[in-house]
């Protein structure tokens, strides 16, 4: 249970801080255009591999339950669901599917996480919590999420030097404490991740 835990928290190098965030919203650290592309080098386990994310967007869908994904191809193919409300983006659920299995295990979160904001509601937004629960067939557990903005770091990457939003989160479950941290780039997204067991860097980027 705790591995499918690792992998839903991921959705949601290290140098001198490089000025504040707040004079520009924050969306602009998690963009969302259909085709966007990312590829990672990743670390989980011992096992190092290449990871591939998309993004998705689905046009005339007010009646759907969520408004676009990140799906995630490498040893396993993951979808992360969000759905987009008062300038707020939340998670929604994810399902994952190892290439090894013939079956997919879907993770739902309740209430949905809010992952990142939007517009001006997000420029001095510096912190957010969130309490509910995440449930599978296999488990149903209690989950408390502290996020909390660091600044502006710049971060080395195969595509060049970045100047990154740094996003600490610490989470909360079965008597356990655990932190994450992500970098996020302008216009770009997610540029770098590390947790207990799971650490992944950008090594490229493209629109189609």
Known sequence: ??????????VISISTVAGSYNEEALDLYFPINDGF???????ENGKVFKQEVTCK??????QSSYDFILEANSIRQTKYYYKISNDTIYSIKMDVKWNILPFKIVVSNYPAIPVFFQNGRSKNITKWNWEGRLSSLIFNKHIK????????EKINT???VLECLKLVTTY?????????????????????????????????????
Do not use: C
């Not at 249970?1 to 991921?10: A, C, D, E, P």
């Not at 592309?37 to 670390?43: A, I, S």
């Not at 479950?173 to 860097?201: D, V």
């Open 1 to 10: 249970m705790k591995y499918f835990l690792i992998i839903y928290l991921i």
């Open 158 to 160: 195969p595509i060049g």
């Open 172 to 208: 909360e479950y079965e008597n356990k404490t655990e932190q994450y941290i992500a970098w996020y780039a302008k216009n770009i997204g997610l540029a770098k991740f590390e947790s207990p067991k799971h650490n992944k860097k950008i090594i490229a980027f493209s629109q189609s």
């Open 57 to 62: 967007i689905f046009a005339n869908n007010d």
């Open 37 to 43: 592309r990312w590829e990672y080098l990743v670390e």
């Open 145 to 152: 999420i502290n996020s909390v903005i660091k600044g502006l």
